[in-house]
Structure formats: C-alpha cells, structure tokens
C-alpha cells in the first residue's frame, strides 16, 4: 500500500438532488472503491473498482434528502484488488441534501399579460426523489421553504422591479399597453448558503400600444371636428359653384330691345 496514492479533494456535486462525489487524482497504477453511510447508518459500497474519480450516489441520499451522509474513498494497488488487509482511504466532508443540494435554473412555463396585470406560471423542476412511483417536484420536497422571485421590468425601460411568492403564481399590476421583460430565481431563504438557484431565460410580453381612454375621446372629438368642417366646406362650395354657374346663366341671356 505504500506506492497506493490517496484519494483527496473529495467534493459533493449536486443540483435538485442529482448528486455526484468527485475527488482526485487521476489513477495510473490503482483503482477506487467509494462507501457511504448515513451518519448513524452502514457503510455501501458504490463504484467498486473504478478508474473514474466521480461516482453517483444520488440512489443512496435521495432515500432521505434530509438526512446527513459521509462517503469515504479507498484506493487500491492493481495488483492487490483481493487484499485482505483494508486499503487506505480518505473521508468526504458531510452532506446534508436538503441543506446543500443547489436549485437548478427554473422554466417559466406560461406568462399572459391582460390590461394591467400580468400573470405568470413557474414550472417545478423534476427531481429524482420517489415516493412509491412517483418522483417529486421540488415544490413537492420543499413545501413553502421554497420561494420563487420575479424580475420585471419595461421593456424599454432598464430599471428592475422584484416580486416573491411561496407559490408558483405571480400576479402583477403593470402599466397597461407597455411590454415587459421578466425572468425568475428559485430561492430558499432559510439556509445559510446555496439560497438562490440561476436565474431562467427572459421572457418578454408583446402588446400592441392601447390608448388610454381620456385619448381615445379627445382622438374621437379631433376626428369629428374634422369631419364636420370638411362637410361645411363641401356644402359652402357647393353653393357658391351653384351661384356662379347661376350668375354666368343671367349674363349669357340677351338684352331685350326696347
């Protein structure tokens, strides 16, 4: 065992649970075998024998994400797989999913923007947590720890407005006519550290320009004004072609001899 190189820099990976424990280094002349345990449970074994420097253990800590979990990796010499002595090994640093898996990106799955509100629907991330056969969302997993942030702004305007729910609605007053621009950020403002996920893409309403009421009248009163003016001048011209062409009929008569 002395020419075995020991695992080190052993780190948890994990997004909505999916969770990886990667170390290093790179193996030459050795391989790995990775346990984990529950605090107070029994050592597994996962990955025997392997080449890699990553192993998924998201089967063993999605059977209770609230539990906290220890994995350790042994190393190996090629030559001596069927040792019977215990290989050297190095300890992972604890993992508690629920307080430590990050939140992945979120997906707005349906926006609607009516007069001056503006509706929009987040859609839950899929996790790989069961119960019977079913997986869970993390709305499902989180209950109300689970918070969702909005980001909305003008579109032409860059100045950004923020609205929270514990839900996965959010609804609006925003200015009628004027499109906007949002995205949101999944967050868990209980923990001490990995509240926020990454914020989802922008998404953007497109509503045509609405007249305000007081507009649409005054637009109506120019309107009719016009019109009226337009039949007046039409009708002082008509007559005044009618008494020309009378006054040309008068002259054209010939004088009366006396």
């Known amino acids: 065992t002395t020419d075995v190189v020991v695992a080190y820099n052993l780190?948890?990976?994990?997004?909505?649970?999916?969770?990886?424990?990667e170390w290093e280094p790179k193996p030459?002349?050795?391989?790995?075998?990775?346990?984990?345990?529950?605090?107070?449970?029994?050592?597994?074994?996962?990955?025997?024998?392997?080449?890699?420097?990553?192993?998924d253990v998201t089967d063993e800590i999605v059977k209770n994400v609230k539990e906290?979990?220890?994995?350790r990796v042994f190393s190996y010499p090629l030559d001596?797989?069927?040792?019977?002595?215990?290989?050297?090994?190095?300890?992972s640093p604890?993992?508690?999913?629920?307080?430590e898996t990050n939140l992945g990106q979120p997906t707005i799955r349906s926006f609607e923007q009516v007069g001056t509100k503006l509706n929009v629907t987040v859609q839950d991330a899929r996790t790989l947590v069961r119960v019977s056969s079913t997986f869970l969302s993390l709305r499902d997993v989180f209950g109300k720890d689970l918070n969702y942030i909005l980001y909305y702004w003008r579109a032409s305007s860059t100045g950004?407005?923020?609205?929270?729910?514990?839900?996965?609605?959010f609804l609006i007053d925003v200015d009628e006519g004027e499109n906007y621009c949002f995205n949101v950020q999944a967050v868990i403002?209980?923990?001490?550290a990995n509240q926020k996920s990454p914020e989802s893409p922008i998404e953007c309403t497109s509503q045509e320009k609405v007249l305000s009421t007081e507009m649409f009248f005054i637009v109506v009163a120019v309107m009719l004004v016009v019109i009226i003016f337009i039949i007046v001048l039409s009708v002082s011209l008509c007559k005044c072609r009618k008494a020309r062409a009378g006054q040309s009929g008068k002259e054209s008569l010939p004088l009366n001899v006396a």
């Open 11 to 21: 780190t948890w990976k994990s997004t909505n649970f999916k969770t990886i424990l």
């Open 28 to 55: 030459i002349n050795h391989v790995y075998t990775v346990q984990i345990s529950p605090r107070l449970g029994n050592w597994k074994n996962k990955c025997f024998y392997t080449t890699d420097t990553e192993c």
């Open 68 to 71: 906290t979990y220890l994995a």
């Open 80 to 91: 001596a797989i069927s040792s019977t002595g215990e290989p050297p090994f190095t300890n």
């Open 94 to 99: 604890e993992f508690t999913p629920y307080l």
């Open 160 to 169: 950004k407005k923020k609205a929270t729910t514990n839900t996965n609605e």
């Open 189 to 192: 403002p209980s923990r001490r």
